[in-house]
């Protein structure tokens, strides 16, 4: 198993130190551009791209690489890959849709090219990656977007609240820098004890001195490594303060002296 993964490392440390060129003859070459990576159902996965413009694009030959690194929870990674060959007049496909075995996994897709010219020795190689879990078995309208933490909130009061950072065990990754702070004023949560069970390790942060009924963004900057590659994912959580235990509030003690004025021209 560990040479299994050594293998792995090495293959996409390889794919990741590719250089970035232009041709020195002068001849201008283009990548294709990776538009997006979208969960469509329960098993499966849509892959768009485009092509630059032939105005400028010189490119003879481009070939397009994706692999997808299908993985679950004490299961995987399995490989599969797609490769397409496109010459210059030759452009006509821009998305894969693919299936897989597995219900609600996660999926992390390097999408990458190669472009070349007959005229040129030199190529141009780019190459992204992505983690992506698809939809839900039940639902296959609900496709998680940030597949290996859920956000949770506890202990909302009028002045504070504890957002918690719920990372998934059993994945093949590697848990690396968590931020929280409040959008609203950068104020950055005060990290609590964490917890841990099968399922989750739970790093909880608490935020006090707030406001009562005041609607907070939390911004959650996860960061972690997968597959020797490092990931950031941003996240944008909304948690509303309780109201006050104070007996009025202003727009109470008013609604109090109209009635009271009401009531003292009924009883006049």
Known sequence: MDNWWNFLYLHLFFLSIVPLCHSQTGVPLTQPTLLSIT??????????????????????????????YEF??????????????????????????????????FYYVCFSSNSTNINSTESLFIQTCQLKQTCSRLNSSICPQNAFVIISYTNVS?????????????LPYTQNTTTVQLVNNGITGTALASTQNNTYISLPYRFSGLQSQTNYTVNIIINYILFGNSLTDVINYSVTTSRSSNLFYTGDILSFVICLVHLSFLFS
């Not at 105005?55 to 690489?65: A, V």
């Not at 797609?82 to 597995?102: D, E, G, M, R």
């Not at 609240?161 to 059993?170: D, K």
């Open 39 to 68: 969960p469509i159902s329960s098993s499966a996965l849509n892959v768009t791209w485009q092509f630059a413009s032939s105005t400028y694009d010189q490119s003879n030959l481009i070939q397009i690489y994706i692999e997808f």
């Open 158 to 170: 009028s002045n504070s609240f504890i957002i918690i950072v719920n990372w998934l065990q059993n």
């Open 72 to 105: 679950y929870y004490n299961y995987g990674p399995i490989i599969t890959s797609v490769n397409y060959t496109f010459t210059s007049t030759n452009k006509t496909i821009t998305y894969l849709t693919q299936n897989f075995q597995l219900v609600n996994a």
